[in-house]
């Protein structure tokens, strides 16, 4: 079985959820994963986009979410979940805000996609690393891959005048 991401929240190419954006709540989704690789000592979570500024002419890639050293024994992620709820011994990474912890989508133009990978490593990344950007936790994670996972959710904020 293949290592598969998925979400109550939204089907793979779906919409999130406004509660899970800028203009809700801003949590978390609700994330469950299956077919851990054998040999899995830990996973990593990125959710990022790639659609900024403005999908007709991105410019670079908003990092929305950066978790790692997930035990392999944890089947996912409940909606909301905080920094002190997380599985024992997970590590964050740094977002594009400059600062650890979920930042939901808050598209400044037009529909973003928003990638929420998962992937299995054959070891625990090092407690070195501290709170890493994405840069520097794909460089420690590089050959230690067993497997990888994909959901993709897409967002596009209200627009003034409308109501959600």
Sequence with gaps: MALVLKSDAFIDGGE?????????????????????????????????????????????VWDHWILYNIPASCPGLVDGVRADALPAGTGEGVNSWGRTGYGGPCPPIGRHRYFHRLYALDLCLPAELGSPGKDDLLLAMEDHILGHAELVGTYEKTPPGETA
Excluded: K, N, Q, Y
């Design 16 to 60: 999130i959820p406004r509660r899970f954006t800028c203009e809700g709540e801003d949590v978390s989704p609700p994330l469950a994963w299956e077919g851990i690789p054998e040999g899995t000592e830990s996973l990593v979570l990125i959710v990022d986009d790639p659609d900024a500024p403005d999908p007709m002419a991105p410019r670079m």
